[in-house]
Structure formats: C-alpha cells, structure tokens
C-alpha cells in the first residue's frame, strides 16, 4: 500500500548549521508534499510544501527538493536556531483530491545543540 | 480565524469505560480525520470522513468508531477502551490541501 519512509528518525546539529531530513513516497500518483513541524506539546503545523511539478521551493531559511524519477523529497533548513528543535513530518497526498489520505513519515526529532 | 477544537484536552480512564471526544471545525472543510499520535509511529490515520455521513477506515481503526451527522462536528467513540489505546489524539479538517490539526487529546487508559 501506499508508505512514506522518513530519514532520520532523529538529528542533532549545531546551532548555525544545516539539518537536512529526508522522504521517500511509494505511490507515483501523489503530487503534493507538505511538511509540519511539531512543536513540544503542541499540534502538527504547515511549514512548507512542494508540487510534482515544481523540483524546489524555498521560505527564508526552508527550502524543500522533489526528485519525482526517484520518489524522494527533502526538507533543508540552513542557519539552525533553537526555536528549530521540534519534530518534523514528511507527507504525500494527491493534490486537488479532496478524497485521497495524506500518508505521513513516522517523524524526524530535529534538536539544535547552542 | 480557522480553528479546530477538541474536548476533552486530557482524559484518563479506566479499561471498557465508553467515552466520546469531541471534534468540530468553524472553516466549512468537508473533509475530517481522526490521528493517533505514538512514539516512532508519527501519525497514523483512524478514520476520515469526506462528508456529511460519509466516514471510512483509515489505517488503525479498530477498537474506535466515528459519525458525521453535521458538517462541523466528528466525535470519535472509544465503545470499551483498552490500554494499547493510550495515545495522543488530533482531530484534522482539510480543506483543499491545507490540513489544520486540533490542539490534541492525550488519552490514558489504565
């Protein structure tokens, strides 16, 4: 059935450094990308998302790539600050479909160390 | 403001005690889900609904039920709760693609 894996389960990175976290989707109709942040003891938020027909997108310090041959996607932030440790899941949906699921990645703890 | 709500915030209870939370959203979305949220899980569907008395399965939706009878509102029923059921629940209404998440219920059962 339709799987997104998500890479890796947790990350620690120096504040001012790069975090790099990383989806793979399974179903090759999906063709809209979001990305949430969850904060500590609070609900999934949109950061940013991608479209099928678009290879990158970027918000300030946010940036996410799509590699539709290979079915992988990424979310880059640059410049980590500490307000960035939260946990971060990868989706796949079918955009325009208000009738398809949105699968989500098991979850990327991202922590910043000062 | 868009918002989804849910009651209650916190709950524990005992085994096969029935209980209800509550979902509802102001933004008019057809579309409603419920989640659980469990450690290296992420989030992992219950049920959704597209409509007005259209609910359907997700990926875990055993031991739990659901209705839609209003547009706004999709309790989810825990008929006899178990202790594998204690989790963090979200309640989601989506609208054309963006996904607006509930504040969550963190659900004990002893």
């Known amino acids: 059935g339709e799987n997104v894996e998500q890479h890796p389960s947790t990350l620690s990175v120096q504040e001012g450094d790069s975090a790099v976290i990383k989806c793979t989707y399974s179903?090759?109709?999906?063709?809209?990308f979001p990305w949430y942040k969850q904060e500590l003891g609070k609900r999934p938020q949109l950061i940013i998302d991608?479209?099928?027909?678009?290879g990158e997108k970027k918000d300030q310090r946010i940036a996410v790539t799509l590699n539709k041959t290979a079915k992988h996607f990424s979310l880059h932030i640059t410049e980590t600050q500490p307000e960035d440790s939260a946990v971060y899941f990868c989706?796949?949906?079918?955009?325009?479909?208000?009738?398809?699921?949105?699968?989500f990645g098991s979850g990327t703890r991202l922590s910043i160390r000062p | 403001e868009a918002q989804v709500t849910q009651n209650p915030r916190y709950l524990i209870t005992v085994t096969g005690k029935k209980l209800t939370v509550t979902c509802s959203q102001n933004?008019?979305?057809?579309?409603m889900s419920w989640y659980r949220q469990d450690p290296g899980l992420g989030l992992r569907q219950i049920y959704y609904?597209?409509?007005?008395?259209?609910?359907d399965k997700g990926d875990v939706p055993e031991g739990y039920k659901v209705s839609r009878k209003e547009k706004r509102n999709f309790p989810l029923i825990l008929e006899s709760p178990s202790p594998n059921q204690t989790s963090l629940y979200f309640c989601?209404?989506?609208?054309?693609?963006?996904?607006?998440f509930g504040p969550g219920t963190r659900l004990t059962v002893t």
């Open positions: 989706a796949a949906s079918i955009r325009y479909s208000s009738a398809s699921k949105i699968i």
């Open positions: 179903d090759s109709a999906s063709n809209y």
């Open positions: 991608i479209r099928s027909n678009v």
């Open positions: 933004m008019n979305h057809e579309y």
């Open positions: 609904s597209m409509n007005v008395e259209v609910t």
């Open positions: 989601a209404a989506r609208g054309g693609n963006e996904q607006y």
